[in-house]
């Protein structure tokens, strides 16, 4: 599967932004779906997940109750929503796709998109 991830940009400490995330090739409501940031200098890590119907979500305890994920599975993408933005939290954001719910290791995800820039200013 394809995936284009997509909605980063510069913003102000306090803001939100959206992802988004378009997969394409395979069918989409097979995999779960994840979102992994990285920031300059350090490893890759998990942010939060959802599984194939979108019923079920986890998330890193650093983004509890700022961030939310979800799915669409009529147009192939999955989101991520992010309140309540922190300088901590520029990173290049990746999406993934995995067969198997649950894992917040890289190695897990089959698929991964490309990334997209978060930048958020103090």
């Known amino acids: 599967v394809q995936l284009q991830a997509s909605g980063g940009g510069v913003v102000q400490a306090g803001d939100s932004l959206r992802l988004s995330c378009a997969a394409s090739?395979?069918?989409?409501?097979?995999?779960?779906m994840a979102w992994f940031r990285q920031a300059p200098g350090k490893e890759r890590e998990f942010v939060a997940a959802i599984s194939r119907s979108g019923v079920m979500t986890f998330y890193a305890d650093f983004v509890k109750g700022r961030f939310t994920i979800s799915r669409d599975n009529a147009k192939n993408t999955v989101y991520l929503q992010m309140n309540s933005l922190k300088p901590e939290d520029t990173a290049v954001h990746y999406c993934?796709?995995?067969?198997?719910?649950?894992?917040?290791?890289?190695?897990?995800?089959?698929?991964w998109g490309q990334g997209t820039l978060v930048t958020v200013s103090s």
């Open positions: 993934a796709a995995a067969t198997v719910y649950g894992s917040r290791t890289t190695g897990s995800y089959d698929y």
């Open positions: 090739g395979r069918t989409f409501s097979n995999y779960v």
